[in-house]
């Protein structure tokens, strides 16, 4: 469940930094593809950290980076990323992946 209250306060008093993207970086592999996908839900700093740390463990995930202000998460895999895992992931954390952005 989100930190963030329904008026897009954060409940855990961990700072808002709303324009600021922040990058999980891990091994870089080969072949890397860099996909955005838009999340609802995301607020505050503490959103970020929340984001980048699911989706940063998942499997062939190299790199993260959330884009609070433009409701973006831009993940670097190696390979093609798997959708569905990361949505998931997501979802998990209390946010809502609502598609890969144009």
Do not use: K, Q
Not at 43 to 58: M, S, Y
């Amino acid at each position: 469940m989100s930190c963030c209250t329904p008026e897009g306060t954060c409940g855990t008093n961990a700072g808002t930094n709303a324009g600021t993207a922040t990058a999980v970086a891990v091994a870089v592999a080969d072949t890397t593809v860099s996909t955005a996908y838009r999340i609802s839900g995301m607020t505050c700093g503490h959103c970020r950290t929340a984001i980048a740390t699911v989706v940063g463990a998942l499997d062939g995930v190299v790199s993260v980076d959330v884009d609070l202000t433009g409701g973006l998460v831009t993940v670097t895999t190696v390979g093609e990323p798997h959708d569905d895992a990361i949505a998931a992931a997501i979802d998990e954390a209390g946010y809502e992946l609502t598609g890969r952005a144009a």
